[in-house]
Protein backbone atom coordinates (compact mmCIF):
# COMPACT_ATOMS: atom_id res chain seq x y z
CA UNK A 1 0.00 0.00 0.00
CA UNK A 2 1.05 3.94 -0.27
CA UNK A 3 2.59 5.49 2.08
CA UNK A 4 3.12 9.00 2.52
CA UNK A 5 0.69 10.09 0.04
CA UNK A 6 1.39 14.21 0.03
CA UNK A 7 -0.90 17.09 -1.57
CA UNK A 8 -1.04 18.93 -3.27
CA UNK A 9 1.75 17.28 -6.00
CA UNK A 10 2.67 21.09 -7.22
CA UNK A 11 2.45 24.55 -4.86
CA UNK A 12 3.06 27.65 -6.11
CA UNK A 13 3.09 30.78 -3.84
CA UNK A 14 4.53 34.27 -3.13
CA UNK A 15 7.76 34.97 -1.31
CA UNK A 16 6.43 35.53 2.27
CA UNK A 17 3.70 33.48 1.83
CA UNK A 18 3.08 30.63 3.67
CA UNK A 19 2.92 27.14 2.27
CA UNK A 20 0.81 24.52 3.94
CA UNK A 21 1.65 20.61 2.59
CA UNK A 22 -0.08 17.45 3.62
CA UNK A 23 0.89 14.03 3.91
CA UNK A 24 -1.74 11.22 4.45
CA UNK A 25 -0.52 7.75 5.19
CA UNK A 26 -2.38 4.46 6.03
CA UNK A 27 -0.44 2.05 8.59
CA UNK A 28 0.44 2.85 12.12
CA UNK A 29 4.01 4.77 12.10
CA UNK A 30 6.01 5.47 15.18
CA UNK A 31 7.78 8.30 13.47
CA UNK A 32 6.58 10.44 10.59
CA UNK A 33 9.69 13.27 8.97
CA UNK A 34 10.08 15.66 6.36
CA UNK A 35 12.76 16.10 3.99
CA UNK A 36 13.68 18.46 1.60
CA UNK A 37 15.36 17.50 -1.82
CA UNK A 38 16.60 20.42 -4.04
CA UNK A 39 16.68 19.55 -7.52
CA UNK A 40 19.61 17.10 -8.68
CA UNK A 41 20.66 16.76 -5.02
CA UNK A 42 20.12 14.32 -1.76
CA UNK A 43 17.60 14.80 0.70
CA UNK A 44 17.93 16.66 3.73
CA UNK A 45 16.10 15.69 6.69
CA UNK A 46 13.66 18.62 8.07
CA UNK A 47 12.19 17.79 11.03
CA UNK A 48 10.63 14.78 12.93
CA UNK A 49 7.84 13.90 14.75
CA UNK A 50 6.57 11.41 17.06
CA UNK A 51 3.71 9.53 17.34
CA UNK A 52 2.55 10.50 20.59
CA UNK A 53 3.38 14.24 19.72
CA UNK A 54 0.68 16.50 17.66
CA UNK A 55 2.70 19.24 16.59
CA UNK A 56 6.22 20.29 16.46
CA UNK A 57 8.22 23.35 15.66
CA UNK A 58 11.73 24.19 14.17
CA UNK A 59 12.44 28.14 13.04
CA UNK A 60 10.16 28.57 10.33
CA UNK A 61 8.33 25.12 10.23
CA UNK A 62 5.51 23.78 11.80
CA UNK A 63 4.58 20.13 11.60
CA UNK A 64 1.25 18.89 13.05
CA UNK A 65 0.28 14.97 13.19
CA UNK A 66 -3.23 13.21 13.54
CA UNK A 67 -3.14 9.78 13.93
CA UNK A 68 -6.40 9.16 13.97
CA UNK A 69 -6.58 10.82 10.80
CA UNK A 70 -3.50 9.65 9.98
CA UNK A 71 -2.25 12.70 8.42
CA UNK A 72 -0.09 15.71 8.94
CA UNK A 73 0.91 19.33 7.47
CA UNK A 74 4.05 20.53 7.20
CA UNK A 75 3.57 24.37 7.23
CA UNK A 76 6.93 26.75 6.17
CA UNK A 77 5.79 30.47 7.46
CA UNK A 78 7.11 33.70 5.49
CA UNK A 79 8.65 31.35 2.59
CA UNK A 80 11.75 32.79 0.78
CA UNK A 81 13.06 31.90 -2.48
CA UNK A 82 15.60 29.55 -1.38
CA UNK A 83 12.67 27.26 -0.43
CA UNK A 84 11.91 26.03 -3.47
CA UNK A 85 12.23 22.19 -3.62
CA UNK A 86 10.93 19.18 -3.42
CA UNK A 87 9.30 17.91 -0.13
CA UNK A 88 8.53 14.65 1.05
CA UNK A 89 7.29 12.91 3.65
CA UNK A 90 8.16 9.69 5.34
CA UNK A 91 6.88 7.36 7.57
CA UNK A 92 8.96 5.18 9.98
CA UNK A 93 7.21 2.17 11.23
CA UNK A 94 9.48 1.61 14.10
CA UNK A 95 13.03 -0.31 14.79
CA UNK A 96 15.29 -1.49 12.68
CA UNK A 97 12.38 -0.51 9.56
CA UNK A 98 12.70 1.74 6.23
CA UNK A 99 11.61 5.09 6.17
CA UNK A 100 8.57 4.90 3.15
CA UNK A 101 8.68 8.25 1.20
CA UNK A 102 5.34 9.63 -0.84
CA UNK A 103 5.69 10.95 -3.63
CA UNK A 104 6.57 14.74 -2.91
CA UNK A 105 5.47 18.17 -3.43
CA UNK A 106 7.13 20.60 -5.62
CA UNK A 107 7.48 23.65 -4.21
CA UNK A 108 8.01 27.12 -5.88
CA UNK A 109 8.51 30.39 -4.21
CA UNK A 110 8.09 32.99 -6.91
CA UNK A 111 10.61 36.53 -6.05
CA UNK B 1 29.94 18.00 9.80
CA UNK B 2 29.65 14.44 8.77
CA UNK B 3 28.39 13.35 5.75
CA UNK B 4 27.31 10.22 3.87
CA UNK B 5 29.46 10.31 0.72
CA UNK B 6 28.84 8.62 -2.85
CA UNK B 7 30.52 7.26 -5.67
CA UNK B 8 30.30 7.71 -8.57
CA UNK B 9 28.21 10.52 -8.99
CA UNK B 10 27.33 9.66 -12.77
CA UNK B 11 27.79 6.31 -14.53
CA UNK B 12 26.66 5.85 -17.98
CA UNK B 13 26.65 2.27 -18.69
CA UNK B 14 25.55 -0.30 -21.33
CA UNK B 15 22.89 -2.75 -21.07
CA UNK B 16 23.65 -5.94 -19.42
CA UNK B 17 26.99 -4.15 -17.99
CA UNK B 18 27.62 -4.81 -14.14
CA UNK B 19 27.62 -1.80 -11.78
CA UNK B 20 28.67 -1.29 -8.41
CA UNK B 21 27.72 2.13 -6.61
CA UNK B 22 29.83 3.23 -3.37
CA UNK B 23 28.85 4.79 0.09
CA UNK B 24 30.71 5.66 3.05
CA UNK B 25 28.42 5.90 5.54
CA UNK B 26 28.74 8.50 8.39
CA UNK B 27 30.89 6.64 10.40
CA UNK B 28 29.02 5.38 13.93
CA UNK B 29 26.19 4.92 12.30
CA UNK B 30 24.81 1.50 12.46
CA UNK B 31 22.23 1.23 9.82
CA UNK B 32 22.61 1.24 5.84
CA UNK B 33 20.21 1.56 3.56
CA UNK B 34 19.50 2.13 -0.78
CA UNK B 35 17.01 3.62 -2.29
CA UNK B 36 16.38 4.95 -5.60
CA UNK B 37 14.48 7.83 -7.39
CA UNK B 38 13.62 7.54 -11.22
CA UNK B 39 13.75 11.12 -12.66
CA UNK B 40 10.79 13.03 -10.71
CA UNK B 41 9.47 10.75 -9.18
CA UNK B 42 8.68 8.95 -5.52
CA UNK B 43 12.29 7.89 -3.96
CA UNK B 44 11.72 4.04 -3.95
CA UNK B 45 13.02 1.67 -1.08
CA UNK B 46 15.64 -0.62 -2.12
CA UNK B 47 17.24 -2.36 1.04
CA UNK B 48 18.26 -2.18 4.38
CA UNK B 49 21.28 -3.56 6.09
CA UNK B 50 22.07 -3.97 9.57
CA UNK B 51 24.99 -6.19 11.62
CA UNK B 52 26.46 -7.40 8.25
CA UNK B 53 23.60 -8.72 6.61
CA UNK B 54 20.39 -7.35 4.49
CA UNK B 55 17.17 -6.92 7.09
CA UNK B 56 15.15 -5.73 4.71
CA UNK B 57 14.47 -5.45 0.90
CA UNK B 58 11.80 -4.32 -1.78
CA UNK B 59 10.22 -6.24 -4.64
CA UNK B 60 12.15 -4.34 -6.44
CA UNK B 61 15.66 -5.45 -5.27
CA UNK B 62 15.71 -8.81 -7.08
CA UNK B 63 18.69 -11.53 -7.36
CA UNK B 64 20.07 -8.89 -9.82
CA UNK B 65 21.27 -6.69 -6.96
CA UNK B 66 23.21 -7.57 -3.82
CA UNK B 67 24.70 -5.15 -0.98
CA UNK B 68 28.27 -5.75 0.55
CA UNK B 69 29.64 -4.19 3.18
CA UNK B 70 33.31 -5.57 2.49
CA UNK B 71 35.28 -3.44 5.31
CA UNK B 72 34.05 -0.97 8.01
CA UNK B 73 33.46 2.00 6.08
CA UNK B 74 32.47 1.29 2.47
CA UNK B 75 28.56 -0.02 1.36
CA UNK B 76 28.46 -1.07 -2.13
CA UNK B 77 25.41 -1.58 -4.16
CA UNK B 78 26.24 -4.04 -6.95
CA UNK B 79 23.56 -4.51 -10.14
CA UNK B 80 24.75 -7.53 -12.02
CA UNK B 81 23.33 -6.96 -15.58
CA UNK B 82 21.62 -3.70 -15.61
CA UNK B 83 18.39 -3.10 -17.58
CA UNK B 84 17.28 -0.19 -19.59
CA UNK B 85 14.74 0.49 -16.79
CA UNK B 86 17.70 0.54 -13.37
CA UNK B 87 18.07 4.24 -14.75
CA UNK B 88 17.32 6.26 -11.97
CA UNK B 89 19.76 8.04 -9.08
CA UNK B 90 20.34 6.17 -6.31
CA UNK B 91 21.01 7.07 -2.81
CA UNK B 92 22.86 5.87 0.02
CA UNK B 93 21.62 6.64 3.64
CA UNK B 94 22.35 5.75 7.30
CA UNK B 95 21.15 6.23 10.28
CA UNK B 96 23.00 6.27 14.10
CA UNK B 97 20.21 3.67 16.02
CA UNK B 98 17.35 1.42 15.49
CA UNK B 99 14.64 2.07 18.75
CA UNK B 100 11.20 2.47 19.19
CA UNK B 101 11.54 6.14 18.41
CA UNK B 102 13.56 5.91 15.70
CA UNK B 103 15.48 8.70 14.02
CA UNK B 104 16.42 10.91 11.11
CA UNK B 105 18.04 8.96 7.74
CA UNK B 106 21.64 10.97 6.51
CA UNK B 107 21.38 10.89 2.82
CA UNK B 108 24.68 10.63 0.37
CA UNK B 109 24.09 12.76 -2.69
CA UNK B 110 23.21 10.64 -4.79
CA UNK B 111 24.67 8.53 -8.18
CA UNK B 112 23.27 8.91 -10.96
CA UNK B 113 22.74 5.96 -13.49
CA UNK B 114 22.40 5.56 -17.25
CA UNK B 115 21.76 2.39 -18.61
CA UNK B 116 21.66 2.70 -22.46
Known amino acids: SQQGEEDPQALSIQEGENATMNCSYK?????LQWYRQNSGRGLVHLIL?????REKHSGRLRVTLDTSKKSSSLLITASRAADTASYFC???????????FGKGITLSVRP | EPEVTQTPSHQVTQMGQEVILRCVPI?????FYWYRQILGQKVEFLVS????????KSEIFDDQFSVERPDGSNFTLKIRSTKLEDSAMYFC??????????????FGEGSRLTVL
Open chain 2, 93 to 106: ASRRQGSVYTGELF
Open chain 1, 27 to 31: TSINN
Open chain 1, 49 to 53: IRSNE
Open chain 1, 90 to 100: ATDAGANSKLT
Open chain 2, 27 to 31: SNHLY
Open chain 2, 49 to 56: FYNNEISE
